[in-house]
């Protein structure tokens, strides 16, 4: 079972910048970055997948952030700039299982973006 753990998160002021990283128990080829604020859905923010070479953005992020890994170290990282108070909340990352679905994920990182 793939163990996700992520870190980085904290508090910064608006348009200021920081970089989450999350490192997998085992070896993966793609991840995904989520968010989620209280009373609100989890969104997508971006994925890597290593194999392919691909990269996806949400259209709110796109821009701002990049989303870039390693994958000898099975660390992906999220590079947040020109951070907005609508990007806080609760950070995630995910691994696609064979299902092709977000089976795997961390347990989350807080990110606050102060006005």
């Known amino acids: 079972q793939v163990q996700l753990v992520e870190s980085g998160g904290g508090l910064v002021q608006a348009g200021g910048s920081l970089r989450l990283s999350c490192v997998s128990s085992?070896?993966?080829?793609?991840m995904g970055w989520f968010r989620q604020t209280p009373g609100t859905e989890r969104e997508f923010v971006a994925a890597?997948?290593?194999?392919?070479?691909?990269?996806h953005y949400a259209a709110s992020v796109k821009g701002r952030f990049t989303v870039s890994g390693d994958n000898a170290k099975n660390t992906a990282y999220l590079q947040m700039n020109s951070l907005k108070p609508e990007d806080t909340g609760v950070y995630y990352c995910?691994?696609?299982?064979?299902?092709?679905?977000?089976?795997?994920w961390g347990p989350g990182t807080q990110v606050t973006v102060s006005s």
């Open positions: 085992e070896r993966i080829f793609n």
């Open positions: 890597i997948n290593w194999s392919s070479g691909t990269l």
């Open positions: 995910a691994v696609l299982s064979s299902r092709g679905d977000y089976d795997y």
